[in-house]
């Protein structure tokens, strides 16, 4: 499994326009092939900070995701609303079990 989780801000104002593109793009990035999950959350601790989680079957389906339309929209609309460099941590993760 691939992990990548995605930390940026934006001004107060335009969170809610970052979060709407985001959410506008959920149900595309969900059906591209080996995507598992994609989850959006605003900060409880500040009116700035967005988080994306995604998960993935193997990096080479994040790699599909990073080559989409959806990723280069979703570009477009928030770099230039971003405030500083958003921050992307990648991992390669192991599931051990999934609890219900």
Do not use: C, K
Not at 61 to 75: C, E, K, Q, T, V
């Amino acid at each position: 499994m691939f992990i990548a989780i995605l930390d940026f801000d934006t001004a107060v104002a335009d969170r809610p326009a970052a979060l709407a593109q985001l959410d506008g793009e959920r149900d595309q990035v969900r059906a591209m092939a080996g995507n598992i999950a994609f989850r959006v959350y605003a900060s409880r601790e500040n009116g700035t900070r967005i988080t994306v989680v995604h998960e993935w079957e193997d990096q080479a389906s994040f790699a599909g995701y990073l080559a989409s339309d959806a990723f280069s929209r979703s570009g477009a609309a928030l770099r230039p609303i971003m405030n500083g460099a958003p921050v992307s941590r990648r991992f390669h993760a192991e599931l051990l079990e999934s609890v219900a």
